[in-house]
């Protein structure tokens, strides 16, 4: 299946009307791979809570939040965090996670690239910075074509299924 030919995919920015479909795809694909911080706690806002956070990041300088949506579902979601600290708030955390059926087909280059579009055009984020398993070999490829450097391995970065595994910690300069 690709992109234009078989199915009718829009990226766009979050709006409180999308916690439903954000939070379904979150608790979806915590468990489809072992490559997901959050596991099968299940996530810990309400609707409500999050359709509230997703507004504030809407009009926020240094938040972001992108879906893809197939067919009216949220079927992709990339991320930047940053924080309201003055002397931190030049720093964005990176996520994404697509649900495994829609891997390969380009939507994770194609949200990054949204979402990197996005940061350059804030007049706020400097540095932005993830981590990601040594074994997700996915996306860190992904990430390497799109100019993250390796800065570090955090050994012991993460449990997965009873085994202690290696975390890159990635970043890329912006807006310098
Ligand atoms: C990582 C993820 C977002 C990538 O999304 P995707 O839509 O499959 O990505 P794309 O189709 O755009 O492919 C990205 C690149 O990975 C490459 N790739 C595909 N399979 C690969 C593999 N097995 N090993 C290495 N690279 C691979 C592709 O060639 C592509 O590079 P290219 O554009 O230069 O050809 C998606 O796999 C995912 O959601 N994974 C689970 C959650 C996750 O790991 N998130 C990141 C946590 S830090």
């Given amino acids: 299946m690709t992109i234009n030919e078989e199915m009718d995919c829009i990226i766009r920015e979050a709006v409180p009307s999308d916690a439903e479909g954000v939070i379904n795809l979150i ?11 959050q596991g099968d706690e299940g996530f810990s806002l309400s609707v409500a809570e999050e359709a509230k956070e997703l507004d504030k990041i809407y009009a926020s300088e240094n938040n972001s939040v992108i879906v893809a949506v197939v067919n009216g579902q949220i079927i992709g979601i990339a991320s930047i965090s940053g924080s ?5 708030r030049h720093i964005g955390d990176i996520g994404i996670v697509i649900d495994q059926p829609f891997w390969g087909m380009g939507l994770g ?10 940061a350059e055009s804030s007049d706020v984020l400097k540095r932005l910075q993830l981590q990601v398993q040594r074994r997700n070999t996915r996306a860190r490829k992904l990430y390497e074509t799109l100019g993250f450097k390796l800065e570090a391995i955090l050994e ?9 595994l290696d975390v890159c910690q990635m970043s890329k300069l912006i807006n310098l």
């Fill in 27 to 37: 608790n979806r694909t915590a468990t489809q791979t072992g490559f997901m911080t």
């Fill in 84 to 88: 309201s600290k003055p002397k931190i």
């Fill in 109 to 118: 280059r194609m949200m990054m690239t949204e979402l990197l579009e996005w």
């Fill in 156 to 164: 012991y970065g993460v449990k997965d299924n009873g085994e202690y």
